[in-house]
């Protein structure tokens, strides 16, 4: 299975606009055509990817809409890399397992210069192998051919499969990306369908988004369906996935805009109104306010807020259960189902702002359709905040060194009652980060 450390690295840099994957500098790129293929070598020499692995670079021109097939073949475990333009990036470790050689079919994007990186799956591998590119012509395959990715456009609907040779996730998923350029304001429509499988929906995209579905609720049935609103310009990864691990099949593919693209700058919900630090809000979940997509009424307030204030913010209600969450800067985001601490079902949240700006705080319900009257309260707290990882510890977590921390009662806590902490480091654009945690006391 695919090393998750390389796809969640990709992913992330390919999140900030760059893809700085080797370590030290690089040979000089060699050409490789359609129809051609080269023998290589991982030797002592070849640049390093910041794990040990040995890389070679290879380059190719494709135009947009072509389909583009790369094997890696050798006797080592071969791992294999595809960037080009505007942060496209694709991966893959075992084209057919138990097969350790690794195969990519693209549908390619858009025009330009695309780099093959051909690397092992794990460090200090050496090695001959044997690696060909083919291409069919562009624009060859019509709309509605299966596809495995590659760029969509508003309106367009495609066929997909599920299957072996895909990317999968962590937990064994297959999974195709496609992209689609997004503007911001814009609100997209994305459904996926399938009669063989439980379908899952997953977008990605500039500014923090992140969006996933499992079932349609709206319509009642297993198929996914995301509407999401685009909070900044740039590529939008749509990534069709299944519930389950291992699962493939065809499915359907679509992608709409709805309504008029919005002008509000902001990645959350249109703000109901603002509200201060020491302020306290009356009002109401009710019909005609905005609704998440699983169903609930919310309200959402602004709220300027400093790099290092401590807050507390509490949502009351005697009429159904609130959920608070806060959304700001550096892709902020923090949520509270219950005050565990005084043991009420109320909302009660400690968060510590991490940069000078304006913030989110949505007011909403833990179920779907809820509500009711309910008051809202900011203030500032020389508490320490429970999910902020250890106390004040939180904001300087360093690379290289570890912290012991606890789940307990009065943390943050996930929507299905999970305990958690959050902690936060400086990074840097391209840079390749591992992250471990152990426990013998949970899982």
């Given at each position: ?134 291409a069919s012509a562009a624009g060859a395959a019509p709309q509605q051919a299966s596809v495995s990715g590659g760029a969509l456009q508003l309106g367009q ?287």
């Amino acid at each position: 299975m695919a090393s998750p450390m390389k796809r969640t690295f990709l992913a992330i840099a390919a999140a900030v606009g760059g893809l700085a994957l080797l370590s030290s500098p690089a040979r000089a790129q060699q050409a490789i055509a359609a129809g051609q293929t080269l023998r290589g070598a991982l030797a002592q020499g070849d640049s390093r990817l910041s794990q040990g692995e040995y890389a070679d670079r290879y380059t190719f021109q494709a135009r947009a809409g072509q389909s583009v097939t790369v094997r890696m073949n050798a006797r080592f475990d071969n791992y294999l890399i595809v960037i080009g333009p505007n942060g496209f990036s694709q991966q893959n470790d075992d084209e057919a397992a138990p097969n350790t050689n690794a195969g990519l079919t693209i549908t390619i994007p858009r025009d330009g210069a695309y780099t093959i990186i051909a690397t092992s799956l794990a460090g200090n591998i050496t090695g001959d192998y044997t690696l060909t590119l083919a291409a069919s012509a562009a624009g060859a395959a019509p709309q509605q051919a299966s596809v495995s990715g590659g760029a969509l456009q508003l309106g367009q609907s495609v066929r997909g499969t599920l299957a072996n040779g895909d990317e999968r996730l962590a937990n064994g998923e297959f999974v195709d990306t496609f992209t689609i350029a997004g503007q911001r304001g814009q609100t997209l429509v994305v459904e996926m369908a399938s009669t063989e499988f439980d379908a899952y929906l997953m977008v990605r995209g500039p500014g923090g988004l992140q969006q996933d579905n499992d079932d349609d609720g709206e319509r009642g049935s297993t198929n996914s369906r995301i509407t999401v609103t685009i909070p900044e310009n740039g590529q939008i990864n749509i990534r069709p996935t299944s519930y389950r691990g291992g699962e493939t099949g065809a499915y359907t593919l679509s992608v709409r805009a709805q309504g008029q693209a919005q002008t509000a700058a902001a990645a959350q919900p249109a703000a109901s109104g603002e509200i201060g630090i020491g302020q306290r809000v009356n009002a109401t979940l009710a019909e005609g306010d905005g609704l998440l997509n699983s169903g609930e009424f919310r309200d959402a307030y602004t709220l300027n807020g400093r790099r290092g204030q401590q807050l507390e913010v509490r949502m009351n209600s005697g009429e159904f259960d609130p959920y608070v969450a806060i959304a700001g800067p550096n892709d902020f985001s923090a949520f509270n189902d219950d005050d565990a601490e005084n043991n009420t079902r109320n909302s009660r949240m400690l968060v510590t702002l991490p940069a000078d700006g304006a913030y989110v705080i949505m007011a909403t319900s833990y179920a779907a359709g809820e509500r009711g009257s309910y008051s809202l309260t900011i203030a500032e707290s020389n508490a320490a905040a429970p999910g902020q990882g250890s106390a004040s510890n939180a904001d300087r977590l360093r690379l290289g060194r570890g912290v012991r921390g606890q789940l307990a009662a009065g943390d943050t806590t996930l929507r299905s009652g999970e305990f958690t902490d959050t902690y936060r480091f400086q990074g840097e654009a391209g840079q390749r980060v591992r992250i471990d945690m152990s426990s013998s006391a949970l899982d």
